[in-house]
């Protein structure tokens, strides 16, 4: 598999399995440009590719900023000469049922999850059409598929941007866009323990882990080279799936 040439643009690239993703693309000597909103974290991310001897920037703002979108993707054309792979993995989880969460956090979740994905989508698309193609990777969730309780703005917003995913696909499919999205379950990140309040990570962990088949939960580090593959010429047949990474667990 190579992605020498590759130009990489990765949202929710300073922490969890966006950080996980620059790693894994950095092995390959891709050009990457990295989309957070943390300087401080974004300026270990940085470092941490440029270690890697990758050419490497890192763009901070607002993934749910329509124009921040374009910007990026214009920013990473004039640096690199074109937008080769997008991968969507900036996201927050808000918890609460219907009836529970606010209008804020319902709003917030959606504007990230969903918004974000179509923005950045929509502005790489229009990129790629014009350079022969390329490959969107969005970073989704398995509850986005099979459902679940106590979080209804995440679970919709995921279910929402996975069916994104399949429209886009089959819009641009004979521009030779690729569009796939990354359906994991339980995932080893902070994300994963701020989504059930109280209890401490390894109480987390081991809830996760009691209902998975497998008995583990998924690393970021394999989320991320999952998403190289998808993103690389050997996949550019595979196009319009939400593929579920859950270890033979069907919800919750």
């Not at 643009?9 to 909103?37: C, P």
């Not at 309040?197 to 088949?213: A, F, H, M, T, Y």
Request: hydrophobic share 45%.
């Amino acid at each position: 598999m190579t992605n020498s040439k590759k130009v990489v643009i990765i949202t929710g690239a300073t922490s969890g399995i966006g950080e996980a993703i620059v790693h894994a693309f950095a092995t390959t000597k891709a050009s990457l440009v990295l989309v957070g909103h943390s300087q401080e974290s974004g300026q270990r991310a940085l470092e941490a590719a440029q270690k890697m001897g990758c050419p490497v920037e890192l763009v901070l703002g607002d993934v749910s900023d329509s124009a921040f979108a374009d910007e990026v993707i214009k920013f990473t054309v004039a640096r690199f000469g074109k937008v080769g792979v997008l991968v969507n993995s900036a996201g927050i989880i808000r918890g609460g049922s219907a009836v529970d969460i606010s209008d804020d956090d319902w709003h917030q979740t959606f504007d990230a999850n969903v918004n974000g994905v179509f923005y950045f989508s929509r502005a790489a698309v229009k990129s790629m059409r014009r350079t022969g193609g390329g490959s969107i990777v969005n970073i989704v969730s398995n509850v986005g598929l099979v459902g679940s309780c106590g979080l209804a703005a995440y679970y919709a917003s995921k279910g929402a941007a996975i069916l994104l995913t399949r429209a886009m696909a089959l819009d641009h499919a004979k521009e030779q866009i690729s569009i796939n999205a990354v359906c994991p379950d339980a995932v080893d990140t902070r994300m994963l323990v701020s989504a059930h309040g109280k209890p401490v990570g390894v109480e987390v962990l081991q809830r996760n882990v009691d209902v998975i088949p497998h008995g583990r939960v998924t690393t970021p580090k394999e989320i991320a080279s999952l998403t190289v593959l998808l993103a690389s010429e050997e996949a550019r047949h595979i196009t319009g799936v939400a593929l579920p990474i859950d270890w033979g667990c069907a919800g919750r």
